[in-house]
């Protein structure tokens, strides 16, 4: 059983950063990939961001990449996603996910999901 708990969403401007952090608890985090979602009002829940549980596989969203770095500490049981350059279209609110049986960007194949941070980007 893992809890995860997404902080760190809030109201930027186009151009700015913001970091996420989600932590977990439960004794299996370091067995987990972790990934960050996303859903828009009016819009299916999409795949963000993702990494195995040695960080030695990390994969984005076409959308994101260059601009989000998704990193995890295993011994303070926290994921992140660094969020850069952010624009209007980045304005969702932010999920954590954990799963052991993860071989693509589909929402299904993760077994634990956060409450979930809103991330609003004001032109």
């Known amino acids: 059983q893992v809890q995860l708990v997404e902080s760190g969403g809030g109201l930027v401007q186009a151009g700015d950063s913001l970091r996420l952090s989600c932590a977990a608890s439960?004794?299996?985090?370091?067995?987990?990939?972790m990934g960050w979602f996303r859903q828009a009002p009016g819009k299916e829940r999409e795949f963000v961001a993702a990494i195995s549980w040695s960080g030695g596989r990390i994969n984005y969203a076409d959308s994101v990449k260059g601009r989000f770095t998704i990193s995890r500490d295993n011994v303070k049981k926290t994921v992140y996603l660094q969020m850069n350059r952010l624009n209007l279209e980045d304005t969702a609110v932010y999920y954590c996910?954990?799963?052991?049986?993860?071989?693509?960007?589909?929402?299904?194949?993760?077994?634990?999901w956060g409450q979930g941070t809103q991330v609003t980007v004001s032109s």
């Open positions: 439960g004794r299996s985090f370091i067995t987990y990939t």
């Open positions: 996910a954990a799963g052991r049986r993860v071989s693509g960007p589909l929402p299904y194949e993760y077994d634990y």
